[in-house]
């Protein structure tokens, strides 16, 4: 996919992103639900101005502790929005911030710092007297936000002269953000600003309807999709309403008062959000858009929330993509569509930025409406995975990546998911399908998962809502015309093994169930 000589040199860049909105738009107003770890005191009533002379003033102290260009920063502290303001302080400096979950476990972490090839680290109390004690992490410093010991506080720094900002080569690394795991232990992927700004600027354009309207997001500081976000909303000036607790219970209320007229989170919480649908207050009433990214969502979701909104014509997009490639597939939905949506056909390619085929096992293209794996093309891909380029190298063919997925292509171009290929059962089509169409005849389901059992035959997960029993009865009413399964385990929502965007990891589940085949309620 060849590019203009004059875009080559493009790039997004972090360091600048609330200076210029703030030069731009002035002190646009950004709430948080919960005051910064790193400056307690300013409360959660915030603005445009106010973020960018933080992001100033913590790139001063980076600075002064002795952070270079170049140099590679990780950041895992206790998940708040100071990890954005972190995030783009390093990137101010010319550093290059590493952004690994909260979620993570221990020695994951350990694996990842590993291959950092001894990184600075950014982290808190919680983390150090926590998940991280015990452990060496082999870093070059520990700088804290707080009084954590064994580490030097950022305080320490306080009031530091910011240093001139520093726009490192478009082609360079300039962010590393990890892939979600679900398979196994994550890789780090290295963006550049140039593959950056390449997935920004579609992202600008299905923002444009939307300008300037209030956003509320809930979804990961450490994920590359949050940046991109927030580069489409600061552009157009939109007041911020910042969420790091879902629970509907205190979500509701922080809605209610913003009336966000754009929302954004993970699929799985827009699940838990459905119940904000006729909450106190209407708290989705003045939604224009819903964002969807991550996983595809399930249809019965899609409805609830279109219909929760008093706006004239509400619609919800759906991205599809991965850490390493961005977006490369989009649709949205809007009442109509919504009401006879496929929740599988995740949307068409973005023109003039990428594209989208299917091939058999041995990489030839297939004919329209063949399953096969989907592989993409183009300009956002990651320069690498750090510390396993062989293992990036594995999944390019020609310039197409590979993005472990099956699913077919439609004579129009229309992109349908069937499975992610590490979860494929022979006994069933797509376990895709089936989870799709049980959230649908069951609104008491909070999720529900297929996963293999020990041989390999399809078992469901379920997690119902209020934790109430579920009724074998409407279980078999729902499953009368759908594959053999084996009888459904109930579990706990928060026993699910979820990764920072709450995808489910649908490998570790199948581990979880060998290790109590009994199964039942844990």
Not at 125 to 140: D, F, I
Not at 236 to 256: C, E, K, N, R, Y
């Amino acid at each position: 996919m060849s590019q203009h000589p004059l875009l080559a040199g493009r790039g997004f860049y972090l360091g600048p992103l609330f200076r210029r909105a703030a030069d731009r738009h002035g002190a646009v107003f950004v709430t948080l639900d919960r005051p910064l770890d790193t400056h307690p005191s300013l409360g959660v009533h915030l603005d445009y101005r106010t973020l960018a002379d933080l992001v100033e003033e913590l790139s001063g102290r980076l600075w002064a502790a002795g952070v270079r260009p170049a140099e590679r920063v990780a950041v895992h502290k206790t998940d708040n929005v100071d990890i954005m303001l972190l995030t783009c302080a390093i990137s101010r400096i010319g550093a290059v911030p590493a952004l690994l979950s909260p979620g993570l476990a221990p020695a994951v972490v350990a694996q990842l710092l590993e291959r950092l090839d001894r990184p600075w680290l950014i982290t808190d109390r919680a983390r150090l007297e926590g998940p991280l004690r015990g452990l060496a992490p082999s870093v070059r410093r520990i700088l804290s936000v707080d009084d954590a010991p064994g580490a030097e506080t950022l305080g320490r720094y306080a009031g530091a002269e910011p240093p001139t900002p520093v726009r490192p080569n478009p082609r360079e690394p300039a962010l590393i953000t990890h892939s979600s795991g679900t398979t196994g232990v994550p890789k780090l992927a290295v963006h550049c600003p140039h593959a950056m700004w390449n997935r920004l600027v579609p992202q600008q354009a299905m923002g444009w309807p939307t300008r300037r309207e209030t956003a509320a997001l809930h979804m990961s500081f450490v994920h590359s999709r949050f940046y991109h976000l927030l580069g489409v909303l600061l552009r157009f000036g939109s007041p911020l309403v910042l969420i790091t607790d879902p629970d509907p219970a205190a979500v509701g209320p922080l809605l209610a008062r913003h009336r966000p007229g754009i929302v954004e989170t993970h699929p799985n919480t827009f699940v838990l959000w459905e119940e904000l649908a006729d909450a106190p207050g209407a708290p989705l009433s003045r939604v224009t858009s819903y964002g969807s990214t991550f996983d595809a969502i399930h249809p019965r979701t899609v409805r609830r929330l279109l219909d929760a909104s008093t706006r004239r014509a509400p619609r919800l997009i759906q991205l599809y993509g991965q850490s390493e490639t961005g977006p490369v597939a989009f649709r949205w939905f809007t009442r109509r569509s919504a009401g006879r949506a496929d929740g599988r056909r995740v949307g068409i390619g973005i023109p003039g930025f990428t594209r989208v085929r299917i091939t058999d096992a041995e990489g030839r293209r297939v004919p329209p409406g063949t399953p096969g794996r989907i592989e993409a093309r183009t300009r956002g891909r990651v320069l690498t995975y750090l510390g396993a380029h062989e293992q990036y190298e594995r999944q390019l063919d020609g310039g197409w990546w590979q993005m472990g997925d099956l699913g077919c292509v439609s004579r129009l171009g229309a992109l349908r998911l069937i499975d992610r290929e590490a979860d494929r059962i022979d006994a069933v089509h797509s376990n895709l399908e089936i989870e799709d169409a049980l959230m649908e005849r069951l609104e008491e389901l909070r999720e529900v998962v297929v996963v293999a059992g020990a041989d390999r035959e399809p078992v469901p997960v379920v997690c119902v809502r209020g934790e109430r029993p579920l009724d074998p009865e409407r279980w078999r009413a729902a499953t009368a015309d759908l594959p053999a399964m084996a009888e459904p385990r109930q579990w706990r929502f928060e026993e699910l093994p979820m990764t920072a965007t709450w995808k489910v990891k649908r490998v570790e589940i199948t581990r979880m169930l060998a290790a109590r085949p009994s199964g039942g309620r844990a």
